[in-house]
């Protein structure tokens, strides 16, 4: 799940710093103001690759999909993206679940066959 996750949060990443220089177009908004949310949203999607498995982590990454969806407000393509990341950040966890299952059951079968009196296949 942590590799899917922070492959997602990283294109992140990138999305947030992109958005911020279209919101730089902004006249209502400063550019101190823009740089400000979108560096501390940055950092939080560059933070939250570590803190993943950690308790939490996917409720702030989940957070994190709702500001990027919010930004649509000031960002209109926003909406769209932060809509499309929100999916990708569901697939993630989902499927990124799944696939350590599926690691955690093959290890338990490797150790089951490679310990003294298991049947190795």
């Known amino acids: 799940m942590r590799t899917l996750c ?3 949060l990283i ?24 740089w400000t949310v979108c560096g501390v949203l940055m950092a939080l999607s560059v933070l939250l690759c570590g803190m993943i498995t950690r308790p939490g982590g996917v409720q702030l990454g989940w957070a994190l999909q709702i500001l990027l969806i919010a930004g649509g407000v000031f960002v209109p393509s926003m909406f769209i993206l932060g809509a499309a990341f929100a999916a990708l950040w569901w697939a993630s966890v989902h499927y990124g679940r799944k696939i350590d299952e599926a690691k955690a059951r ?12 298991g049947n190795p296949a």
């Open 11 to 34: 294109g992140e990443f990138f999305v947030i710093g992109f958005a911020g220089l279209v919101a730089m177009k902004e006249p209502d908004l400063s550019t101190a103001t823009v």
């Open 6 to 8: 922070a492959s997602t």
């Open 106 to 117: 093959f290890a338990a079968q490797a150790q089951a066959q490679t310990e003294p009196g």
